[in-house]
């Protein structure tokens, strides 16, 4: 018995080194809901949104039209100014805080992320709550419910903190990764 157990460890292990470790997808329910894994180097190289945000941003904002939902996209990529100056909001400087990463510990940082409002005829709104395109539900939830089936992870499904306009793709990396690959130069 123990030799068939070390038998198969073997045998597992060899599978398992045969795999491409590099090339592996996060697994999704379509191959457009397939992110491929995606190295921090090349997300702190770029100074806009990562492509494949971009392109689901243009997805999102399409399928939102298709819905009758007049949807804005308020934020995208963030400078590390940028990201400071609303750090400060609440803090060093007047009014409510809206957010708790300081630059370099946001999504937006390194263009994984995007904000989002509702457009009325009376300007942007933030409201959860209401159906304007008179679907039987709220037009925010209905737009976190297509962002997450594109593949965007939505700030409204966190623990805690909840931010709710807040849409990003992490590829499964954490901020200490795209922090730590930033900090060895692979920034430009």
């Known amino acids: 018995m123990r030799l068939f157990l070390v038998m198969f460890f073997l045998a597992a292990l060899a599978a398992l080194s045969a795999v491409d470790w590099k090339t592996v997808e996060i697994p999704g329910s379509t191959e457009e809901q397939r992110n491929p894994l995606v190295s921090a180097e090349a997300v702190v190289s770029e100074n806009d949104l990562h492509p494949r945000v971009e392109e689901a ?9 298709a819905e009758n939902i007049r949807l804005v996209i308020t934020e995208g ?22 957010t708790h990463a300081a630059a ?8 994984l992320a995007i904000d989002y409002a509702l457009e009325t005829d009376d300007g942007l709104v933030w409201d959860t709550e209401t159906d304007f395109n008179g679907s039987g539900e709220p037009d925010w939830l209905e737009v976190a419910t297509i962002a997450k089936d594109i593949g965007f992870e939505w700030g409204g499904d ?6 709710y306009p807040h849409l990003q793709m992490t590829f499964g990396l954490s901020i200490d990764e795209l922090q730590q690959a930033r900090e060895t130069g692979t920034a430009e």
């Not at 370099?104 to 263009?111: I, K, P």
């Not at 966190?158 to 931010?163: A, E, P």
């Open 77 to 98: 990529y963030r400078s590390p100014e940028r990201q400071d100056e609303l750090y400060a909001r609440g803090r060093s400087a007047g009014g409510d805080i809206v």
């Open 158 to 163: 966190w623990h805690g903190f909840r931010d």
């Open 57 to 65: 941003k243009q997805e999102l904002l399409r399928r939102a039209e």
């Open 104 to 111: 370099w510990e946001s999504y937006h940082n390194y263009g």
